[in-house]
């Protein structure tokens, strides 16, 4: 079966500070895609990142950088010099390479403070 | 281009109602999802529509349905309400079977 698990419920952070939010997950497929996905107090899930199972390059892009690591099948993501703007729930997700269906995690709630 | 839409933003229904909801895709995404996202958890998958064909379901009851349009548009429903229906249903479209999916704004049903 196919899980993902956010261990990480609520974090909080002071602006400015790094902060990484973990995701790892479980299946025994061998092509599948990771995703992270950003859902701030509007309610609208805006994408972030996908990545595929034969692409372990860690990705940077501004201030966000994901690590992928297949041998502990995590997918982490990381915020630099966080901002307020960044509060919200942050969603990891997978899908298997034949489908759309997207298994999300439980999701961790970011609070930036000023 | 516009992103995913849907419609309505909000609906209050009661027990025992049906309701229809209703989402546009990106202008030439082919697929689209819908999910369904509770309060404080995580969106869980209901339906993927695929070229107007069911190409997979969720774990939900068939008191949820749904269609593709010629145009890629989609609806999804529920019959014979009950509370627990009470959630966010998100709609989410790609450009092929298997892509990034990209999320419309929601639909915020509330089953009195």
């Known amino acids: 079966a196919q899980k993902v698990t956010q261990a990480q419920t609520e974090i909080s952070v002071v602006e400015k500070e790094d902060v990484t939010l973990d995701c790892v997950y479980e299946?025994?497929?061998?092509?599948?895609?990771l995703f992270w996905y950003k859902q701030p107090p509007s309610g609208e899930l805006v994408f972030l990142i996908r990545?595929?199972?034969?692409?372990?390059q860690n990705e940077i892009s501004g201030r966000y950088s994901w690590n992928f690591q297949k041998s502990t099948s995590s997918f982490n993501f990381t915020i630099t010099a966080s901002q307020v703007v960044d509060s919200a729930v942050y969603f990891c997700?997978?899908?298997?390479?034949?489908?759309?269906?997207?298994?999300f995690g439980t999701g961790t709630r970011l609070q930036v403070f000023p | 281009d516009a992103g995913v839409t849907q419609s309505p933003t909000h609906l209050i229904k009661t027990r025992g109602q049906q309701v229809t909801l209703r989402c546009s895709p990106i202008?030439?995404?082919?697929?689209v999802s819908w999910y369904q996202q509770v309060l404080g958890q995580g969106p869980q998958f209901i339906f993927q529509?695929?070229?107007?064909?069911?190409?997979g379901r969720g774990n939900f009851p068939d008191r949820f349905s749904a269609r593709q349009f010629p145009n890629y548009s989609s609806e999804l429903n529920v019959n014979a309400l009950l509370l627990g229906d009470s959630a966010l249903y998100l709609c989410?479209?790609?450009?092929?079977?298997?892509?990034?999916?990209?999320f419309g704004p929601g639909t915020r049903l509330t089953v009195t």
């Open positions: 989410a479209s790609s450009p092929d079977r298997v892509g990034e999916q990209y």
């Open positions: 529509y695929y070229e107007k064909e069911e190409r």
């Open positions: 990545r595929n199972s034969f692409d372990e």
């Open positions: 997700a997978l899908s298997l390479g034949n489908t759309d269906k997207l298994i």
């Open positions: 299946t025994r497929d061998t092509t599948y895609y």
């Open positions: 202008s030439g995404h082919k697929s």
